[in-house]
């Protein structure tokens, strides 16, 4: 079983920066696929950003502003958010999916879930 605890979210204003961890049990950024979700109020959970060793995914709305990294040494995922915007405003989730090909970028793809960390920008 796989425990994944996120941290790093918190208020900011827009234009501002935020980087997330996931921080997971086991050696498992030293093989699968690492994914980040977020939900906003009232809306379904949204791709954010995915990789594994080979392949990195972004959606469109945040390409250029986010990169998703792992510390495999740290076992810990990394989502650095830059030049935020209010629409980036929901509950962030880091996942993982027990692949080794490309990353999923569909959330009932991933087998492992955070708990989430709350992001707001303020415009």
């Known amino acids: 079983q796989v425990q994944l605890v996120e941290s790093g979210g918190g208020l900011v204003q827009s234009g501002g920066s935020l980087r997330l961890s996931c921080a997971a049990s086991g050696r498992t950024f030293s093989v699968y696929a690492v994914g980040w979700f977020r939900q906003a109020p009232g809306k379904e959970h949204e791709f954010v950003a995915a990789?594994?060793?080979?392949?990195?995914y972004y959606a469109d709305s945040v390409k250029g502003r986010f990169t998703i990294s792992r510390d495999i040494a740290k076992n810990t995922g990394y989502l650095q958010m830059n030049s935020l915007k209010p629409e980036d405003t929901a509950i962030y989730y880091c996942a993982v999916a027990r692949t080794l090909g490309a990353p999923p970028r569909k959330s009932d793809e991933y087998d492992y879930w955070g708990q989430g960390t709350q992001v707001t920008v303020s415009s």
């Open positions: 990789d594994t060793l080979s392949h990195t």
